[in-house]
């Protein structure tokens, strides 16, 4: 099992730009949230997606968006890239049957 | 939503001493408080967790306090080895709609040989 992946690990974006970053889940997980994580804070919570729609979302633009595919695996899409964007992004994934939650080595964004 | 603060933002021990983060919530329903350990370039992994039907969960060196009334739990190392050194986070579930984790804004923990 190689757990929760991710992809690309880096990514250099300029203004403006969009973003798209992926998300394998862990085998037999079906719910997928993905994270913002700023330089020496707290991953802060974007949204969530079970059963292919956005189940809950955080306080986050509407620049940010994303989808899940019937395998599970998710997309997160960044429109308007700001600066401000930069940031490590995790996915986490977990089973509806269960709370624990396991992250992916996340997708480190930066915007110039 | 839920509000997860933590403190203290940095802490540093000498090896072989404790250490104790904590972590207040706001939203009564939570119930379930994970913790994770973040080292330098790594994705954040899951230490331990406690449900509110528990007040107390020990792991080896490594425990968990929750008190609901005062909406506050603790993370206690004790043995502190230099491997110990990361980001430590603590979460709140928030148990509503969708069911996420809400998280502390993190304690660097530096355990100096």
């Known amino acids: 099992d190689a757990g929760v992946t991710q992809s690309p690990t880096h990514l250099i974006k300029t203004r403006g730009q969009q973003v798209t970053l992926r998300c394998s889940p862990k085998s037999g997980h079906d719910t997928v949230s993905w994270y913002q994580q700023a330089l020496g804070q707290g991953p802060q919570f974007i949204f969530q997606?079970?059963?292919?729609?956005?189940?809950q979302r955080g306080n986050f633009p509407d620049r940010f968006s994303g989808h899940q595919f019937p395998n599970y695996s998710s997309e997160l899409n960044v429109n308007a890239l700001l600066l401000g964007d930069s940031a490590l992004y995790l996915c986490a994934s977990r089973s509806t049957v269960s709370t624990e939650a396991f992250f992916g080595q996340g997708t480190r964004l930066t915007v110039v | 939503g839920e509000n997860v603060e933590q403190h203290p933002s940095t802490l540093s021990v000498q090896e072989g001493d404790s250490a104790v983060i904590k972590c207040t919530y706001s939203d009564s329903a939570s119930n379930y408080f994970p913790w994770y350990k973040q080292e330098l370039g790594k994705r954040p992994q899951l230490i331990i967790d406690?449900?509110?039907?528990?007040g107390e969960k020990k792991d080896q060196r490594i425990a968990v306090t929750l008190n609901k009334t005062a909406k506050h739990f603790s993370l206690h190392i004790t043995e502190t080895q230099p491997e110990d050194s990361a980001v430590y986070f603590c979460a709140a579930y928030y148990q509503t709609g969708a069911n996420n984790l809400f998280f502390g804004t993190g304690t660097r923990l530096t355990v100096i040989p």
């Open positions: 406690i449900r509110s039907n528990v």
């Open positions: 997606y079970y059963e292919e729609e956005e189940r």
